[in-house]
Structures are given as C-alpha cells and as structure tokens.
C-alpha cells in the first residue's frame, strides 16, 4: 500500500465564516483547533488576514475576517502540531499588516484571485515570501477561464516565489474528468511547484475530486468539517481523515468537533447539498443567485429558479 | 463529444420505502412516474414484488411492498417511455404469484442476494426470463466478498438467462479505485453479460462511482430522486439526469418532483451524509447498527457509537 503523502487544510472557519459572518465563539475555535490539532490536521485556515480599513461592513464581520496576532496569541496561547494559515484577498489587505513570520502565529498566507489579477496576487506572494511565509496562490473560477489566458498566467507563477499553486473548483462545477485535466495540465507548465486543490460540494463531488486530485500528486486538500463552506460548501474534513491512505490521521476527535460543535450550528446556519445550489453547479455559474434565493421566502421554489436561470434575459436582471 | 449509452433506473419507491416503510400515497407514485417519464428516465423501480404471506410484518407495509397487477392498472393506466422494475428477494417471493410478463406491467425483475445464493437467485431468474421478464442479478455486499466465492458465481452466471448483472455497493464503502477494479472484473469474466450499478452515498461517493462506473460501459444505472434511500441513501436521479452526456434526459420534471414531493416527504422522513452512517460506511459494514442509533435518543452521539464500534466485543453485542 502506497502511503498519501497529501496534507489538509481545514478551512472550517474562513470558509464557514461566509456562512455566519465569522460569527465563531471564541471557546468554538479553540475547541476546533484541539480538535483538528489531535486528529493530526496539518494546516488550519483560521480566517482572512484582510484590513478592515479597506473593507465595507467590516464592523459587523467576528474577528476571524481580520486576523490580529495579538489577538491569535490570546486564542491559541499554545500551537500544536497543527499550523495555522490565513487567506487574503487581492485589494483588501494592507501589506504594513503584515508583520514577519518570526513574529507572527501564522505559517500559511495564502492569496486567492481571479486569473485577471494573478500578477497583482504574485507581487504580494513575493511580498509574504520575502518575510517569512509559506505561501499559496489560489486561482478561482478555472472553469471560466480560457485556455489562453491560463498559460499567460502559468508564465509568471513558473518564475515566481510562490510555494503551491491551487486548483479552486469555485462553482463546484468540475467531474473527475475535468480534475485530472488541470492537475495534468498544472504539472506540465509549472513543474516546480507544488499543487493545492479547493472544491465545492454542489454536485456531490467535492470529496471525490480531492481524493483523486490526491493519488495524482496534489499535495494540500482544502476541506473543512462536516463541509461547512459558503453555499454547497466543502470536501469535509472527516472524509479526507477516514479514507486518505495515511496513517497519522485519527478520525475520533473530528467526530468529536462534529457532535460538539458541528451539528448545534447546523441547526442554526445552512450549508451543503441544497438543490439550488446543484442548479448554479450544473450550470457552472457563481452560487450568488441561488444564496439569494434561499434567503427569501421562495427558497424551495427551484423549478422557477432553474426556469429564470435558462432564460438569459431575465438571468441578466436577476445577477 | 462521446454520448453516454447508460439508462438510468429510478429506485426512489423500493429503495427510499425502506426508510418510510412504503408509505407512499398513489398520488405520490402517479406524479413520481409523470415526472420521471417527462425526464426521460428508463426504468422507475415501483416496488418489491415479495409475496406477503412470505414475509412478517406485511400487513404494516404500503402497497409497494407487495406488487399486484391488478393494483399497478388503477396506479398507472397509461405506460410512457418509462418502464417499470420490481425487485424480488431470495426466500420472500412465490414463483405462482408472477403472471407472464404479456399479462403484467412489469417489464424488468430484478433479484437480489448475497452471494451465498447466487444458485437460488439464478433458478428465479431462469423462471422470469421463461416468463418474458427482462432480468437482472443484483449480487448485495460485494465489498464483504473473497475472490473465491466470486469466481465459482462468475462461473454460474455466465451460463445463465440473466441479462444483467450488478454490481451493488451495499455498505457505501467502495471508492473510485475499488469500482473500477469491480467493473474490470465482472466485464473480464462476465464478457457476455450487460452490467448494473447500485452505489450507497455513506461517503458522499454514489454519484462520483456511478458516473465513473458508467464511463467503463456499465449500462444501467440505479438511483433515486434526491438520494431517497435506506440509511445515506443513493446516487441523486438529479445528478444523473444533468450531468451524463445524453440528450435524451430533462433536468426540469425531475426538480419539480423534489419541489412537489422530496422536499416536503424530507421534513418528516430522515436519509442521506448523516454521520452514524458515513462511520458504518468508512468501517465497511451494514448500516444497521447505525439507523437504531438514529431511532433512538442518542442519535448525535456519534463519538460513543464509534468507540463501541472500534470495540469488537461490545460490536458483536450491538449487532
């Protein structure tokens, strides 16, 4: 047997933040983190490490949308095995915020962009590169991107300092087909770097894309538990633990996270397999329309969604 | 563009009775078959045809448990496209009560074993076949079985009348490696015979080894609308529906018979990625001990249910 040598990165809190506007307790994220920290989770998303000087409704967000490391230092007085990581995006982060590793909690800093924006998002890699950081490059929305386009951008990473370069299957749109295409097609422009893969679940594929995304060599598999994620949400953390060929995974504690902390908040808060939201996948489109839908009153209603989506003139209005 | 050659065989009354005990209004089953028809789905599986006198409890179960003909009339007075399946179990059905296929509404009988019994089940389907019946084996709990006792049913089925023969994921366990394995096997012993999949969704995997099983040649494929299945359910029929390469099928009937029917039934009856279930799946064992766990007032308690799970003697209590 084959051992996987990928590593996960649960993304429960900055992904599931889109969900409940970072609205995690305190007590909850430290109770994660031993969770994911016992279970031999290597990396843990804490949330975005953006400015909220450069942010609108920023006063509402919890604080895991602006990451403070004072404030990290008072959660996690203790790091584990489990390093922590944090997302930004491209114009909303201050670079002065960003203090050395050697005095941050923060490992990972990873920028997300769409393909327009990768040489912005590399020159502020460079930037976390020069102090201290692993760093990531999260591409969005492949599955709108032409092939022209792609290769002009696989020309600037190739020379760049970023360490691992994702996959992102945002609209959840992508089969195994698809998957293994860009895997090999990332590995034959950018054969010095590593790969990362982030999927969403809107098809119910999201654990079977990383899983295979994994045996072709991709190294870090976003997910997060029970798939808490924006919309159709995420590869959940608990699959990847029970099924990666890897023996430093331990099931138990994040069965633990899920009966403690999970369920409760899925009482609360929605996420996962929603028609609607298998519609904007099917469709490979961006889950905005069908989040709107289900919050209002017409939520269930998704054959007169499916019907407005079809029809191109009213899908216009309706974006 | 490759079209897709595979049929899809809506199980939503057999199997998803399983969890309400074919409770299903005639109402119910008559939109469930216009929808299905307007779909262009190929084979909706109506129900059990067991014989009650052979099985306890039957007075309590609904209609579908118990196929008449003289019943089916009134439910359906106008066949579609859609053709009708029943399944039949080993030891629960009298060869008497199953009129030649001229005389019924049936036109596919599916047995189902395990593989102790695969004889039996051959000697049932010869008498199917003699009687007109299009016919498949459905040989339950593959994961469970050694390469022997496989081979010596590989040798009885070739020679046999059946026309189809599947390959049934009955604890949700398999991945995509373990289906591709299977379906290579059954094709390089049963060259002569046509084959079916049947896929449980413990692991969120039944869409993703169903479409894969599909892309390797295996011709009928089972599910059922919006995974409406015994325990974690089975591949969505909405998933099939708008993502194989086949022109024939429509997405919109089978959303408005989740609109109309799924949703609400989904309030009052519980199935699908529930965690007691995803643990019996990563296990690879029945679901059993899992559903009474649901049933009863400790049915989150998924850490105490995997501890007596990982204990073999307490296991063997449980069971």
Known sequence: MKLNQSKIVDCTIRDGGLVNNWDFSIEFVQKLYAGLNEAGVDYMEIGYKNSPKLLKGAEQAGPWRFL???FLRKVIPQKGFTK???????GRVDENDIPNRSESMIDLIRVACYIKDVDKALQLIQTFHDRGYETTLNIMALSNVMENELVEAFEMIKDSAVDIVY??????SLDHKDI???VEKFQTHLPNKRLGIHAHNNLQLAFSNTLIASEKGVELLDASVYGMGRAAG??????LVSQLKNTQYKLRPVLDVIEQLMIPLREKEEWGYIIPYMITGTLDEHPRSAMALRASDAKDKSVDFYDKL???EVTFDQK
Request: proline letters at 7%.
């Open 234 to 239: 995420n590869c959940p953390t608990e699959l």
């Open 84 to 90: 922590l990581s944090a997302l930004v995006d491209i």
């Open 68 to 70: 403070d490391d004072e």
């Open 167 to 172: 996959i992102v299957d945002s609209y959840g």
């Open 180 to 182: 293994t295409f860009l």
């Open 310 to 312: 079809m029809t191109p």
